[in-house]
Nanobody, 121 residues
Framework: QVQLVESGGGLAQAGGSLRLSCAAS????????MGWFRQAPGKERELVAK????????DYRDSVKGRFTISRDNAKNTVNLQMNDLKPEDTAVYYC??????????????WGQGTQVTVSS
């Protein structure tokens, strides 16, 4: 059983930056693909970025490419999402998630509780 706890959300102005962190416990972190998802009000949850267990592979949704960077530290059991040049459409609850399979875009096995990101124009 993997427990995930997100931190770092908050309010930012358009063009600003935020850094989300996710701390994992209860499992072998280095075995898991880690993903960041988001869900805006009235919309479905969507995959924002993911990183493979060894950090050799990353993937981003098109709307965040060049602005967001996912990284992980397997020694510290953490995964981060650096978000730059934020836009109002980035406003959502952001979730950290873990799964053993890299080639998935949904239905991850473990989820955090979410952290709110609000971007004002």
């Amino acid at each position: 059983q993997v427990q995930l706890v997100e931190s770092g959300g908050g309010l930012a102005q358009a063009g600003g930056s935020l850094r989300l962190s996710c701390a994992a416990s209860g499992g072998t972190f280095s075995r898991y693909t880690m993903g960041w998802f988001r869900q805006a009000p009235g919309k479905e949850r969507e995959l924002v970025a993911k990183i493979s267990a060894s950090s050799s592979l990353t993937d981003y949704r098109d709307s965040v490419k060049g602005r967001f960077t996912i990284s992980r530290d397997n020694a510290k059991n953490t995964v981060n999402l650096q978000m730059n040049d934020l836009k109002p459409e980035d406003t959502a609850v952001y979730y950290c998630a873990a799964d053993l399979i890299y080639y998935k875009r949904s239905s991850y096995a473990y989820w955090g509780q979410g952290t709110q990101v609000t971007v004002s124009s």
